[in-house]
């Protein structure tokens, strides 16, 4: 083709006008079509931003009652602390409690670990004594305590020295129905002996006896024993007894049986 004709050709089809061969319908769909996207995006966007915004505020509504949960929380912590130290105040001059009682129990426990059991000997003295021989007076005096002392070793280590004493003053009759029968002074006799067996008691002997056929509506023999009263360190214990198990409780029964040579009471454990 012609350069000429070529340039008329470029030239008609600038300056030509262009037709839309298309029916209207399809024309309005292809010019709203960018519109409507771009809306539904927007609405998309707005969806999503209204649904944040309301986890946002279900988020901070939870966080706010927890907040002030944990603040009443604090609170009766707070309380709970200020009735405790109320108290520990007031328990504050017994702080050393402990510790004056933890210094006060050796010497506790050295009194009662040489103390003389006077119930024990008095309550095996009633078993010893013969049906022939009655006590008027008893007067004795134990070996002072020794908070020194320790539990262990020999019996003779173990006795506090000086012993005690104790003097008795009796009287020995016949037991027989015969007002006319004379005492003897094997009744006398029997009662030292029955004395020296008395593990509480050593070197009984007999210091005066007197034969009396007026005082009493039959005669009778008025006499005095001197003892020595033996003090064993830790025999009834070697430490203060601060409870007393439920076992004890059924021990009463035992009480009417004499006791042995040996009669003591173990002492408890703390």
């Known amino acids: 083709m012609p350069w000429g004709l070529l340039w008329r050709k470029v030239e008609a089809d600038r300056y030509m006008r262009r037709i839309n061969l298309l029916p209207p319908e399809d024309r309005r769909r292809r010019a709203e079509s960018p519109t409507a996207t771009r809306g539904g995006i927007i609405g998309i966007l707005l969806i999503l931003g209204a649904l944040m915004l309301?986890?946002?505020?279900?988020?901070?509504?939870?966080?706010?009652?927890?907040?002030?949960?944990?603040?009443?929380e604090i609170a009766q912590v707070d309380g709970d602390i200020a009735r405790q130290q109320a108290r520990v105040d007031e328990l504050a001059p017994f702080r050393d409690l402990q510790?004056?009682?933890?210094?006060?129990?050796?010497?506790?426990?050295?009194?009662?670990?040489?103390?003389?059991?006077?119930d024990e000997f008095l309550r095996g003295l009633s078993f010893v004594i013969p049906n022939t021989?009655?006590?008027?007076?008893?007067?004795a005096q134990a070996t002072p305590i020794n908070i020194q002392a320790r539990a262990g070793g020999a019996p003779e280590v173990q006795n506090l020295e000086p012993p005690g004493s104790?003097?008795?003053?009796?009287?020995?009759?016949?037991?027989?129905?015969?007002?006319n029968a004379q005492p003897d002074y094997q009744f006398v006799s029997d009662f030292i002996v029955r004395m020296n067996e008395l593990s509480y008691l050593a070197n009984a002997s007999l210091t005066s006896a007197e034969l009396d056929r007026e005082g009493f509506s039959r005669p009778a023999i008025m006499f005095e024993v001197g003892a020595d009263l033996v003090t064993a360190v830790g025999e009834t214990g070697n430490e203060v007894p601060l409870g007393i198990d439920d076992d004890d409780e059924g021990e009463g029964d035992d009480a009417t049986e004499p006791p042995t040579n040996q009669a003591s009471r173990p002492g408890l454990d703390r």
């Open 54 to 72: 309301l986890v946002m505020i279900g988020l901070y509504i939870f966080y706010y009652i927890r907040l002030g949960n944990e603040r009443e």
């Open 99 to 118: 510790a004056r009682l933890d210094a006060k129990m050796p010497i506790a426990d050295g009194i009662f670990r040489t103390r003389f059991p006077w």
């Open 133 to 139: 021989t009655a006590l008027n007076s008893l007067v």
């Open 166 to 179: 104790v003097t008795f003053t009796g009287i020995a009759a016949n037991p027989d129905g015969n007002p």
